[in-house]
């Protein structure tokens, strides 16, 4: 690493953050209540997995790359981002009999034959489901050169019960064509804590609770926080012992936004992203959208698939 350059931090306690020009590999945050871009250090820099040369492994080594254009100007609640912004977003969907696409969740990517997504997105045969990449406005059939593919191969989480390991890997029909609007995210080290850091959730499901979903990709700014302080407020709410028999055991990520303006994934992003940028300027998958009670309540974090407590499974999976 070299001696002039930023990396980031778990704890804004070990190494305040502070306003900087944003270069790359040293932004972690962006501060919304002036506008600009946060630099951090950390004791500890964490890599993103990479397929080494050995590896059975499909995952590429060119990953991450995408995200910039999307935090250059304030981001409110429900944002609407730029064409490309987060080039591994994919949203999943069920064909219908008359040729038609119900949309179900999202998903993001990560390798050309390879997406991640909740196991409760998945229809019952892999034959009904269609991922589609590189799009935009789901209502315009132009605005992006989007990608369809079907589904080879759908993998749920061996031990997925309710809203426990709620993890899916899907294996495309055929590669995805990787280009500016549709590339893989990171994934993160296994021993990876993200406490404190800011990230982009993004999706096509419900801009606010029971309203419609839109139809162009959001993305919401929040804030991963302690799991330890999170879990003891949802032990508090109902059903959390059925909907989390045993607790979150080291699978669930929660974030939240701390700027009051309500920023949280809703209803139908289940399985999207939550990226976060490495030290390295490439981004990582930090989580997949799992679930919550309403969407930006100031009260309960929303709650996200912990990826990194998954990242052996994928790689195994993505190998045979």
Not at 14 to 43: I, N, S
Not at 58 to 70: R, T, W
Not at 173 to 191: F, K, M, N, R, Y
Not at 227 to 249: I, K, M, N, W
Request: include cysteine; proline fraction near 6%.
């Amino acid at each position: 690493m070299d001696d002039d350059r930023p990396t980031l931090t778990d704890h804004e306690t070990d190494c305040p953050a502070k306003l900087c020009a944003p270069r790359k590999g040293a932004v972690c945050g962006y501060d919304l209540h002036v506008q600009q871009f946060k630099c951090c250090c950390e004791t500890t820099v964490e890599q993103p997995v990479l397929a080494s040369k050995s590896s059975r492994s499909p995952l590429p080594a060119d990953c991450g790359n995408g995200g910039a254009s999307s935090i250059f100007t304030k981001i409110a609640n429900g944002r609407p981002v730029g064409r490309g912004a987060w080039p591994w977003a994919a949203v999943l969907g069920q064909k219908q009999s008359n040729g038609s696409v119900h949309w179900l969740c999202g998903g993001a990517l990560i390798g050309a034959r390879h997406v991640l997504t909740s196991a409760h997105c998945l229809a019952d045969s892999p034959d009904q489901l269609l991922v589609r990449l590189g799009e935009h406005d789901l209502d315009a059939a132009e605005d992006a050169e989007h990608q369809d593919r079907g589904v080879r191969r759908a993998v749920r989480h061996p031990d997925y019960m309710r809203s426990r390991n709620d993890l899916a890997l899907l294996e495309l029909d055929s590669p995805a064509e990787l280009g500016d609007t549709v590339a893989p995210v990171c994934l993160p080290e296994p021993t990876a804590t993200l406490a404190s850091r800011d990230g982009w959730a993004v999706g096509w499901g419900e801009v606010n609770y029971r309203e419609a979903r839109t139809s162009v990709l959001q993305e919401a700014f929040v804030t991963v926080v302690p799991v330890e302080e999170c879990e003891a407020t949802y032990r508090q709410t109902p059903q959390y012992s059925l909907r989390f028999p045993g607790g979150f055991g080291g699978g669930v990520l929660c974030a939240a936004d701390y700027s009051g303006q309500g920023m949280d994934a809703c209803r139908g992003d289940s399985g999207g992203p939550l990226s976060v940028l490495g030290p390295d300027g490439r981004y990582q998958l930090a989580g997949l959208v799992l679930e919550g009670f309403g969407c930006g309540g100031a009260t309960l974090p929303g709650l996200y698939t912990r990826i990194a407590n998954y990242v052996d499974w994928i790689r195994r999976e993505v190998s045979r």
